[in-house]
């Protein structure tokens, strides 16, 4: 089993600088390196304190100078976003300082607030998303490329900053249905998130992952699965109950964004605003792999058996969560959980 960190660059408040939000999420890829993780995943988000990452090229290019082994990658570059001949060259920059350890997330975006201020149209995003991935398969694989689509018209181009990684580093799809059989069809691999919710949302997701594979003619095992995962293993209620209410904080404003109802006081600052979809602390502990080192290993195997992913991405920067008590967290997992995980699933055959 794979395991990598997933970092956010979240600021809950203004007592949090974004010189510190930043340092501290490289710290703690750094720190992912030194504990045996394979992988430090970037977000990118714009405009507000969700997350300060703007370009996680730029995180996987500064990271690769002050790692040497972890995988480093985009989870996501917002295809619409982006000028797609302008963003192959950055993935192979970015490619090179890494020394072939990119591992290319690529997604549509779902924050309108962002896609006003970049003047796209979200509702145009799915085909966006579609025709950019197209041009950066062009171009990842081709020494000249030339395109002729409904948003982009490029005469024959070359890109002359290539990837290390040939014809193109691992290419990772945020899902959705249509998303998943893309990613089986081409060959690439996908992310899922369970949210907050348990085992019956997880089963849900590896049935629906098992028709998509079927539909397209493919074994489910032919594309890679990383599942995006909130866990937490300590003995100290305190420490438990702050990584929950960090935990709940980032999924207001993901849920607020995403259903377009976001509110600032400042043009900045999201409110954090409480729903009907709000989880209690104990349902959250609940349905996660959460409470102490054994309760989280028993947990995770269940959830690996369900859902069979051949990665677990653990959120670690949330909010303003303690970054001294974040990084013990992950040195944790390295010393005992991923490698009791690990012991198990070979005993068992996994």
Request: hydrophobic share 40%.
């Amino acid at each position: 089993m794979e395991f990598a960190t997933f970092i956010l660059a979240a600021q809950r408040g203004y007592h949090q600088t974004c010189d510190s939000v930043i340092r501290n999420s490289i710290e703690q890829a750094v720190v992912s390196e030194q504990a045996g993780f394979g992988t430090a995943w970037f977000a990118e988000h714009h405009f507000n304190n969700y997350s300060l990452i703007p370009s996680p090229l730029m995180m996987v290019a500064h990271c690769a100078g002050v790692t040497s082994t972890i995988r480093l990658g985009t989870a996501v570059c917002v295809l619409p976003l982006y000028q797609p001949q302008r963003l192959l060259s950055e993935i192979g920059f970015a490619d090179i300082l890494a020394n072939g350890r990119l591992e290319l997330g690529v997604g549509s975006g779902y924050q309108q607030f962002e896609f006003e201020r970049f003047g796209v149209n979200i509702e145009e995003a799915p085909a966006l998303f579609s025709e950019h991935l197209d041009i950066l398969l062009k171009g990842l694989n081709q020494d000249i490329f030339e395109h002729d689509g409904q948003y982009q018209n490029i005469p024959p181009t070359a890109i002359s900053v290539r990837t290390v990684q040939r014809p193109t580093p691992p290419i990772w799809i945020a899902s959705g249905p249509a998303r998943i059989g893309r990613a089986y069809r081409e060959g690439h691999n996908f992310f899922v998130t369970a949210f907050h919710n348990g085992l019956e949302t997880l089963s849900a997701l590896r049935e629906t992952i098992e028709k998509t594979a079927a539909c397209e003619g493919k074994n489910v095992t032919d594309a890679k699965l990383s599942l995006l995962r909130c866990c937490y293993a300590s003995d100290d209620e305190a420490e438990i109950n702050s990584y929950l209410d960090n935990a709940r904080f980032q999924r207001r404003l993901s849920e607020a964004l995403h259903q377009r109802r976001q509110q600032s006081l400042d043009g900045y600052l999201l409110q954090e605003t409480p729903t009907q979809q709000d989880l209690s602390f104990e349902t959250m502990r609940q349905n996660l792999p959460i409470g102490s080192v054994n309760r989280v290993i028993d947990r995770l195997l269940e959830e690996i058996d369900i859902l069979k992913p051949d990665q677990i991405a653990i959120q670690t920067q949330l909010g303003d969560f303690d970054q001294k008590t974040m990084l013990r967290q992950i040195e944790l997992w390295g010393d005992k959980i991923i490698p009791a995980i690990n012991k198990s699933l070979a005993n068992a055959g996994g």
